[in-house]
Protein backbone atom coordinates (compact mmCIF):
# COMPACT_ATOMS: atom_id res chain seq x y z
CA UNK A 1 0.00 0.00 0.00
CA UNK A 2 1.52 2.95 -0.78
CA UNK A 3 2.34 5.81 1.88
CA UNK A 4 -0.27 9.17 1.63
CA UNK A 5 0.71 12.37 3.29
CA UNK A 6 -0.95 15.72 2.39
CA UNK A 7 -1.73 14.80 -1.30
CA UNK A 8 1.14 13.00 -1.44
CA UNK A 9 1.82 9.41 -2.57
CA UNK A 10 4.70 7.32 -1.55
CA UNK A 11 5.03 3.47 -3.31
CA UNK A 12 8.54 1.77 -2.26
CA UNK A 13 8.93 -0.34 -5.67
CA UNK A 14 11.73 -2.12 -3.66
CA UNK A 15 15.38 -1.68 -3.34
CA UNK A 16 16.31 2.22 -4.16
CA UNK A 17 13.37 2.82 -6.20
CA UNK A 18 10.44 5.05 -5.29
CA UNK A 19 6.47 6.10 -7.77
CA UNK A 20 5.59 9.63 -5.65
CA UNK A 21 2.40 10.76 -7.29
CA UNK A 22 1.45 14.28 -7.17
CA UNK A 23 -1.39 16.90 -8.21
CA UNK A 24 -1.82 14.09 -10.90
CA UNK A 25 1.81 13.96 -12.11
CA UNK A 26 3.57 10.67 -11.31
CA UNK A 27 7.64 10.73 -10.17
CA UNK A 28 9.90 7.50 -10.33
CA UNK A 29 13.38 7.86 -8.31
CA UNK A 30 15.76 4.77 -9.70
CA UNK A 31 13.05 2.28 -11.16
CA UNK A 32 14.59 -1.29 -10.42
CA UNK A 33 13.93 -4.76 -10.83
CA UNK A 34 10.28 -3.47 -11.48
CA UNK A 35 7.32 -6.15 -11.54
CA UNK A 36 5.31 -4.28 -14.30
CA UNK A 37 5.01 -2.02 -16.99
CA UNK A 38 3.03 0.98 -16.39
CA UNK A 39 4.35 3.61 -18.78
CA UNK A 40 3.29 6.58 -16.69
CA UNK A 41 5.95 8.73 -15.72
CA UNK A 42 5.80 12.07 -15.92
CA UNK A 43 9.83 12.71 -14.50
CA UNK A 44 12.16 9.65 -13.65
CA UNK A 45 14.84 11.04 -11.42
CA UNK A 46 18.48 9.01 -11.46
CA UNK A 47 20.67 9.23 -8.92
CA UNK A 48 23.62 7.92 -10.82
CA UNK A 49 24.94 5.66 -12.79
CA UNK A 50 25.26 2.17 -11.35
CA UNK A 51 22.88 -0.36 -12.98
CA UNK A 52 20.64 -1.10 -9.89
CA UNK A 53 19.85 2.69 -9.99
CA UNK A 54 19.87 3.47 -13.48
CA UNK A 55 18.64 0.14 -15.53
CA UNK A 56 17.43 0.91 -19.17
CA UNK A 57 14.94 -1.84 -19.42
CA UNK A 58 12.98 -0.80 -15.71
CA UNK A 59 12.94 3.13 -17.39
CA UNK A 60 11.52 1.66 -20.32
CA UNK A 61 8.49 -0.32 -18.49
CA UNK A 62 7.81 3.39 -17.27
CA UNK A 63 8.62 6.10 -19.42
CA UNK A 64 6.88 7.40 -22.77
CA UNK A 65 8.23 9.78 -24.79
CA UNK A 66 6.96 12.90 -22.99
CA UNK A 67 8.57 11.46 -19.72
CA UNK A 68 11.52 13.93 -18.47
CA UNK A 69 14.60 12.65 -17.17
CA UNK A 70 17.03 14.02 -14.53
CA UNK A 71 20.25 12.71 -14.00
CA UNK A 72 24.00 13.51 -13.23
CA UNK A 73 25.98 13.69 -16.17
CA UNK A 74 27.87 9.93 -15.69
CA UNK A 75 24.19 8.86 -16.57
CA UNK A 76 24.23 11.06 -20.16
CA UNK A 77 25.74 7.92 -22.81
CA UNK A 78 22.60 5.72 -21.19
CA UNK A 79 19.94 8.18 -21.33
CA UNK A 80 20.41 9.76 -24.18
CA UNK A 81 19.33 6.69 -25.88
CA UNK A 82 15.85 7.54 -25.17
CA UNK A 83 14.75 9.92 -27.85
CA UNK A 84 12.98 12.57 -27.92
CA UNK A 85 12.31 12.86 -24.33
CA UNK A 86 13.61 15.54 -22.44
CA UNK A 87 17.14 15.29 -20.04
CA UNK A 88 18.37 17.72 -17.08
CA UNK A 89 21.89 16.43 -16.68
CA UNK A 90 22.79 17.76 -13.07
CA UNK A 91 25.67 18.48 -10.75
CA UNK A 92 24.57 19.01 -7.03
CA UNK A 93 23.36 22.01 -5.73
CA UNK A 94 21.41 22.26 -9.25
CA UNK A 95 17.70 23.16 -9.31
CA UNK A 96 14.96 22.46 -12.21
CA UNK A 97 11.05 22.61 -12.02
CA UNK A 98 9.18 20.26 -14.25
CA UNK A 99 5.94 20.85 -14.15
CA UNK A 100 5.63 23.23 -11.40
CA UNK A 101 7.16 20.46 -9.39
CA UNK A 102 11.08 21.73 -7.90
CA UNK A 103 13.68 19.36 -8.11
CA UNK A 104 16.87 20.09 -6.24
CA UNK A 105 19.90 17.68 -6.55
CA UNK A 106 22.36 16.83 -3.64
CA UNK A 107 25.32 15.46 -2.76
CA UNK A 108 25.43 11.42 -2.30
CA UNK A 109 28.74 9.53 -1.70
CA UNK A 110 30.46 7.08 0.69
CA UNK A 111 32.76 8.69 3.01
CA UNK A 112 33.71 4.97 4.79
CA UNK A 113 32.48 2.32 2.84
CA UNK A 114 35.45 0.68 0.07
CA UNK A 115 35.72 -0.88 -2.22
CA UNK A 116 39.48 -1.89 -2.11
CA UNK A 117 42.18 0.30 -0.14
CA UNK A 118 41.16 4.17 -0.47
CA UNK A 119 38.51 3.68 -2.76
CA UNK A 120 35.13 4.19 -1.94
CA UNK A 121 32.29 2.72 -3.65
CA UNK A 122 30.29 6.43 -4.63
CA UNK A 123 33.66 8.96 -5.20
CA UNK A 124 32.65 11.85 -4.07
CA UNK A 125 33.86 13.66 -7.19
CA UNK A 126 31.91 11.52 -9.28
CA UNK A 127 28.96 13.96 -8.21
CA UNK A 128 26.52 11.60 -8.20
CA UNK A 129 23.25 12.80 -6.79
CA UNK A 130 20.24 12.45 -4.13
CA UNK A 131 17.15 14.94 -4.54
CA UNK A 132 15.15 16.87 -2.76
CA UNK A 133 11.38 17.31 -4.69
CA UNK A 134 9.20 20.16 -3.41
CA UNK A 135 5.44 19.29 -3.35
CA UNK A 136 3.09 21.61 -2.18
CA UNK A 137 3.97 22.40 1.69
CA UNK A 138 5.71 18.75 1.79
CA UNK A 139 9.53 18.37 0.64
CA UNK A 140 10.55 14.93 0.12
CA UNK A 141 14.84 13.86 0.35
CA UNK A 142 16.11 11.14 -1.51
CA UNK A 143 19.42 10.29 -0.41
CA UNK A 144 20.49 7.88 -3.43
CA UNK A 145 23.43 6.03 -2.32
CA UNK A 146 24.87 8.12 0.65
CA UNK A 147 26.81 7.68 3.49
CA UNK A 148 25.49 10.22 6.36
CA UNK A 149 27.72 13.45 4.51
CA UNK A 150 27.66 16.69 6.55
CA UNK A 151 26.46 18.43 3.44
CA UNK A 152 22.37 17.56 3.92
CA UNK A 153 22.57 18.16 7.38
CA UNK A 154 20.93 21.30 7.29
CA UNK A 155 17.83 19.91 4.84
CA UNK A 156 15.10 19.40 7.35
CA UNK A 157 12.95 17.98 4.85
CA UNK A 158 9.15 16.45 5.36
CA UNK A 159 9.87 13.11 4.73
CA UNK A 160 13.50 11.01 4.23
CA UNK A 161 13.88 8.33 2.29
CA UNK A 162 17.18 6.57 3.75
CA UNK A 163 19.46 3.60 2.91
CA UNK A 164 20.13 1.58 5.73
CA UNK A 165 21.84 -1.73 4.57
CA UNK A 166 25.34 -0.87 4.80
CA UNK A 167 27.96 -2.61 2.79
CA UNK A 168 27.58 0.61 0.00
CA UNK A 169 25.33 2.79 2.06
CA UNK A 170 24.81 4.18 5.82
CA UNK A 171 24.61 1.59 7.77
CA UNK A 172 21.47 1.71 10.12
CA UNK A 173 23.29 2.47 12.56
CA UNK A 174 24.55 5.67 10.59
CA UNK A 175 20.80 6.15 9.18
CA UNK A 176 19.60 6.59 12.44
CA UNK A 177 22.37 9.55 13.08
CA UNK A 178 21.19 10.95 9.68
CA UNK A 179 17.78 11.03 11.70
CA UNK A 180 19.36 13.39 14.36
CA UNK A 181 21.53 14.98 12.11
CA UNK A 182 18.57 15.68 9.09
CA UNK A 183 15.78 16.13 11.18
CA UNK A 184 12.86 15.03 8.98
CA UNK A 185 9.11 14.48 10.61
CA UNK A 186 9.23 11.19 8.27
CA UNK A 187 11.50 8.70 7.46
CA UNK A 188 10.97 5.57 4.96
CA UNK A 189 14.48 3.14 5.34
CA UNK A 190 15.34 1.86 1.50
CA UNK A 191 18.25 -0.01 -0.05
CA UNK A 192 17.47 -3.57 1.57
CA UNK A 193 15.79 -6.61 0.77
CA UNK A 194 17.07 -6.71 -3.06
CA UNK A 195 21.37 -6.83 -3.42
CA UNK A 196 22.03 -6.14 0.54
CA UNK A 197 20.24 -5.47 3.89
CA UNK A 198 17.19 -6.92 5.25
CA UNK A 199 14.08 -5.75 6.92
CA UNK A 200 15.63 -6.22 9.87
CA UNK A 201 17.66 -3.50 9.07
CA UNK A 202 14.74 -1.50 8.32
CA UNK A 203 13.15 -2.63 11.64
CA UNK A 204 15.95 -1.52 14.02
CA UNK A 205 16.24 1.52 12.16
CA UNK A 206 12.71 2.12 13.10
CA UNK A 207 12.97 1.07 16.75
CA UNK A 208 16.06 3.65 17.43
CA UNK A 209 14.91 6.69 15.53
CA UNK A 210 14.53 9.48 17.56
CA UNK A 211 10.88 9.68 19.06
CA UNK A 212 10.20 12.66 17.19
CA UNK A 213 10.68 11.14 14.09
CA UNK A 214 7.59 8.81 12.59
CA UNK A 215 9.34 6.16 10.46
CA UNK A 216 7.37 4.06 8.56
CA UNK A 217 8.36 0.25 6.98
CA UNK A 218 6.94 0.06 3.96
CA UNK A 219 6.30 -3.20 2.07
CA UNK A 220 7.90 -3.30 -1.97
CA UNK A 221 4.81 -3.01 -4.64
CA UNK A 222 4.11 -6.17 -6.26
Not at 30 to 40: A, R
Not at 85 to 111: F, L, M, Q
Not at 159 to 164: F, K, Q, R
Request: with cysteine; hydrophobic share 35%; proline share 7%.
Amino acid sequence: MPFEYKGVSITWLGHDAFKIKYANKIIYIDPYNLKKSEKDADTVLITHNHFDHLSPDDIKKVATDKTVFVAPHECKNELDKFKPNKKYYVNPGDEVEINGIKVKAVRAYNINKFRSPGQVFHPKEDNKVGYVLYLGEVSIYHAGDSDNIPEVKDLKPTIALLPVSGTYVMTKEEAVQALKDIKPKIAIPMHYGTIVGSEADAIYFKNNAPSEVEVYVLKPYE
